[in-house]
């Protein structure tokens, strides 16, 4: 799988645009992504909040 293109900051904006309420048609304009890309995007925040999560709690453990 190819690295991303994007910046933490980048990708940051890209999904704040969409929980502000952002029209996910002109964020794909705006930022030059496919509908898979954003996919990607909200999936690797998901995991990487569930990494800290779990890393949270072997801490507190």
Do not use: H, N, W
């Not at 794909?28 to 996919?39: D, E, H, M, W």
């Not at 990487?48 to 949270?56: H, T």
């Amino acid at each position: 799988m190819k690295a991303s293109t994007f910046s933490d900051a980048q990708k940051a904006f890209i999904l704040k645009q969409g929980a502000e309420g952002v029209p996910v048609a002109d964020i794909f304009r705006k930022v030059g992504i496919s509908p898979a890309t954003l996919l990607q995007l909200e999936e690797e925040v998901r995991r990487a909040a569930a990494a800290g999560m779990r890393r949270l709690k072997q801490l507190e453990g």
